[in-house]
């Protein structure tokens, strides 16, 4: 392949001389101001590998010539090597400001002039086939992240529609359910993004926030496999029942082991980590795995707590509600189990904001 040099001088003889240097190794193209250089160059578009420039010229100059080219980017892609017979040191910083990559003087030498034009051809060649290939890689990556970014969008719908089918579930089996479902989800999620902030040591990014506040909504899952008699039992249960009735974090453990393969396993474990572990308390005195302090996954410590708040300030076939005041101190007193100290800490922080979310529900 040969590639087709420019050479862009209002003086004959001088192109003349260029051409002979060159026409062994290039195409020549020539241009006798820069008005028709600019022309050559526009119909040439990407055929054109350097350009070789006088700077004084009638019509338009090869100032004016290296503006248009700046303001086009065309430097980007195409080498220029001004050709003048004396150029000042604020001639040549102009021409480097502007993009010029060379220099060469009059009277011309024909081995430097072929060595000079032949490195940057060369030069821009490589670059321009590097940057096309960056291009084309580039395109490719982008094809492959939209279709990955599409492949995610679709696998959180299919998590949520999980979540939502075995919440709706939930609902139905327990009368009560659907409104703290929704109630747990708000109050887990004020706790998440201020424990988030003031412990970044925990690593809950907004995305695991939004995970462990949809889990959430499967906390009781369990109690769907729980006999109506005991669930709905107003009063107090006896020993046997409190203990089959302790039996919904397993129950909804089993539920989503059975369901493992069919959704994302990140989003899966998490709903585990809640089903399983919202009943355990920081002094170990929990339930169902006697867990203690950091052994209990964050995100059913923050549920519990979100849990045993919706719990305590509604009505329940077995209890009257309490105030959010009392609430608030039965569980920051320990009287409803040992939380973290953190958590109670987050807990006291965001105890308005719970009973504006509580409110805004009444």
């Known amino acids: 392949m040969r590639y087709k040099i420019l050479i862009v001088d209002d003086v004959y003889i001088n192109r003349e001389l260029l051409k002979e240097i060159l026409r062994d190794d290039y195409d020549v193209l020539e241009a006798e101001n820069g008005k028709e250089a600019l022309e050559v160059i526009e119909k040439e578009k990407g055929n054109i590998n350097a350009v070789l420039l006088d700077l004084i010229m009638p019509v338009m100059d090869g100032f004016?010539?290296?503006?248009?080219?700046?303001?086009?980017?065309?430097?980007?892609?195409?080498?220029?090597?001004?050709?003048?017979?004396?150029?000042?040191?604020?001639?040549?910083?102009?021409?480097?400001?502007?993009?010029?990559?060379?220099?060469?003087?009059?009277?011309?030498?024909t081995a430097l002039v072929q060595k000079r034009v032949q490195n940057m051809v060369n030069q821009y060649v490589y670059k321009n086939q590097l940057e096309e290939k960056v291009a084309d890689q580039t395109a490719v990556l982008r094809k492959a992240y939209d279709k990955l970014q599409q492949q995610t969008k679709m696998?959180?719908?299919?998590?949520?529609?999980?979540?939502?089918?075995?919440?709706?579930?939930v609902e139905y089996r327990n009368l009560e359910s659907g409104e703290h479902i929704q109630r747990v989800k708000g109050y887990t999620?004020?706790?998440?993004?201020?424990?988030?902030k003031n412990y970044p040591e925990y690593e809950l990014t907004p995305d695991m926030i939004n995970t462990i506040v949809s889990a959430s909504a499967l906390h009781d899952l369990g109690k769907i496999a729980i006999p109506d008699s005991i669930l709905l039992k107003p009063g107090k249960l006896t020993k046997d029942e409190f203990e089959y009735m302790k039996s919904h974090t397993l129950r909804g453990c089993e539920i989503l082991d059975s369901m493992k393969d069919d959704w994302d396993p990140v989003t899966q474990g998490v709903t585990y980590e809640i089903a399983r572990s919202h009943h355990e308390r920081y002094d170990g005195k929990g339930y169902p795995d006697g867990l203690k302090g950091e052994e209990i996954p964050v995100s059913a410590q923050l549920v519990s707590v979100a849990d045993v708040y919706d719990a305590l300030i509604n009505k329940r076939c077995y209890k009257d509600a309490f105030s959010k005041e009392d609430a608030f101190h039965m569980i920051?007193?320990?009287?409803?189990?040992?939380?973290?100290p953190k958590l109670m800490q987050t807990f006291r922080n965001v105890r308005t904001k719970f009973e504006q979310f509580a409110d805004g529900l009444e």
């Open 64 to 109: 004016e010539v290296l503006e248009h080219m700046q303001s086009k980017k065309i430097l980007d892609k195409i080498p220029v090597i001004v050709i003048s017979g004396e150029t000042s040191m604020q001639i040549e910083k102009k021409c480097f400001d502007y993009g010029v990559s060379d220099f060469i003087g009059r009277p011309y030498k």
């Open 155 to 169: 696998l959180e719908k299919r998590n949520q529609d999980i979540i939502d089918m075995l919440g709706t579930i």
């Open 189 to 196: 999620r004020i706790l998440a993004e201020d424990f988030a």
């Open 332 to 340: 920051v007193n320990g009287e409803c189990g040992v939380f973290s």
